[in-house]
């Protein structure tokens, strides 16, 4: 990084040339941006508004440590002194994105990538563009940048180049960041809204946050739907919109992202008071706003994986709110479901001769574990120990990445999507660990519709099975669908729909 130049004091500012006053200018800049990030955005840019301040800010500090260094050094001084003081000061944020890392096991990687890789893109990149810029600034104000061979010109003409491509490629960036999430007007036949419908992306205050839902029906008079998504840490809001598009017409149906999940992903903190308690009193929180908004004394209440416990603990709680519970792929009790996977998943290790899987399930031992990525082996060979063909139906096994790709996400929020997995899973996991419905919830006062699918796993088929024995409601009803595995209401939508509209709203 040499400098092919002669130089002369500068006009414009007294000492440009010292080159410690530089040095420290720019290192005081960078260090100070760390701290102000640290405090204002301890996970990194979560939303689009951070992204872009991200991205100006990284820029601006970037060309000033160029300017006041006036040395392609500061391509290196300034991101490392950001790096290193917004590390120390976000230290006492936990969480998978931003504790140690963890390179061995891929949802170490996917955490990395993620939490500090997505964060170098939207502030490191832009500071290495902005010093360069700065740079070559300090080097225009220089008097003595007149005095060059061929070779520097030639050579300041492809840094110039390089870098007008940089900006360019931060440009594009900032637009595609700025891309507004949006949810599709439900029209008539003739392509105009259809009158009384309702589309429309909102947030719902809850438990002291602002959380967010998709709501979408043919008719605002027509009964209220909420769906809760699984996980912990699950948004749904892409599949319901996918493959949910049938119940538009016979209920208002309302999709809630969950505290730190999908579109709600910015109200995660603080984590120490995301707890299994609050998760069910913000149902209740989006309950009580949906009726009052609608007009109705009591709502449907639909489930899936985590979110059929959930929405069990709701009802159970508030049974007046609710006409029905109806859990898809319901799940009973994480604990024996996991320690059922553990022992399948080892079994099928050694049958197919899989040592170092065998080896990572023996040393780790069978769950409960203290940490998300002990679950891994555990948990990522579902597909091969339990197989069945998922082609047959709407939504196949690649349908958590597919899902991501509508329109009702921002650019953001389809790159939190994953994020708000690892980071909710990681606080509320451990929460469950006690959880048995079988002993915890043996009669319900609403109405009990449980949909499940024939190529279920059995660390949730058997549990599941056992406790709608057990319950005692007003009504009770299993529907298994054919073809499904675990998610049977976005598998086949069809099917559900016509339970939903036929066999639910009938009874109640």
């Given amino acids: ?14 000492g440009w040339w010292d080159r410690r006053i530089g040095v420290a200018a720019a290192v005081a800049a960078a260090g100070l941006y760390g701290l102000i ?20 800010v990284g820029l601006l500090v970037g060309v000033f440590a160029g300017l006041v260094m006036r040395s392609r050094w500061a391509m290196l001084l300034a991101p490392i ?69 061929g070779r520097a010109s030639v050579g300041r003409w492809a840094r110039a180049a390089v870098a007008g491509l940089a900006v360019l490629g931060l440009i594009a960036l900032s637009v595609a960041v700025l891309r507004p999430a949006q949810t599709d007007a439900i029209v008539s036949a003739d392509g105009e809204p259809m009158p ?9 205050p809850a438990g002291g946050h602002d959380l967010a839902v998709m709501i979408r029906g043919n008719s605002v008079d027509r009964p209220v739907l909420l769906y809760l998504a699984g996980g912990p840490g699950g948004s749904d809001i892409g599949a319901m919109r996918k ?26 903190d603080p984590t120490a008071t995301l707890t299994l308690d609050a998760a069910v009193a913000d149902v209740i929180d989006v309950t009580d706003y949906l009726r009052e908004r609608f007009g109705q004394d009591k709502i449907y209440l639909v489930g899936n994986s985590w979110g059929s416990i959930l929405g069990v603990l709701a009802a159970q709680r508030h049974p007046e709110l609710f006409h029905a519970f109806v859990g898809a792929g319901q799940m009973v009790s994480p604990r024996e479901t996991d320690q059922i996977f553990y022992t399948d998943t080892l079994a099928w290790a050694r049958s197919t001769g899989n040592t170092q899987l065998e080896r990572q399930l023996v040393a780790s031992g069978p769950p409960p574990y203290t940490t998300m990525l002990d ?19 709407a939504e196949s096994s690649n ?13 953001m929020e389809q790159l939190h999507g994953l994020a708000g997995f ?23 006062q609403v109405p009990v519709y449980l949909v499940q699918g024939r190529h279920e796993a059995r660390g949730r088929a058997e549990p599941a099975q056992q406790w709608f024995q057990l319950i005692d409601a007003p009504t009770k009803k299993m529907v298994i669908f054919e073809l499904s595995g675990h998610r049977t209401l976005f598998q086949q939508p069809d099917l559900f729909y016509q339970l939903m509209t036929t066999t639910v709203l009938g009874r109640t």
């Fill in 37 to 56: 990030a640290a405090w204002a955005t301890p996970r990194g840019p979560v939303t689009t508004l951070n992204a872009l301040l991200a991205i100006g």
């Fill in 375 to 393: 679950y891994e082996p555990a948990l990522t060979y579902e597909h091969q120990v339990y197989p069945y063909d998922d082609t047959l139906v």
């Fill in 399 to 411: 349908g958590f990445s597919d899902n991501l790709f509508v329109a009702e996400y921002s650019l």
């Fill in 196 to 204: 009384g419908s309702v589309a429309e992306l909102t947030r719902v």
């Fill in 243 to 268: 493959h949910g598009q049938d119940l538009e017409k016979a209920f208002v149906v309302v999709t809630f992202d969950q505290r730190g999940t999908g579109k709600s992903y910015d109200n995660l």
């Fill in 422 to 444: 690892l980071d909710v899973f990681t606080v509320l996991y451990p929460q469950l660990q006690e959880i048995d419905l079988r002993t915890q919830v043996t009669q319900l």
């Fill in 81 to 149: 002194t950001f790096v290193a003081v917004f590390e120390l000061a976000r230290i006492a944020t936990v969480g998978p994105l931003v504790d140690g890392l963890n390179l061995g096991s891929t949802y170490g990687i996917v955490a990395f990538v993620l939490g500090r890789g997505l964060h170098g893109v939207l502030t490191v990149l832009p500071m290495i563009i902005g010093v360069s810029l700065g740079v070559a600034a300090a080097r225009g104000l220089d008097r003595g940048t007149q005095i060059r061979t």
């Fill in 1 to 14: 990084m040499s400098d092919q130049f002669q130089h002369e004091p500068s006009v414009v500012v007294p």
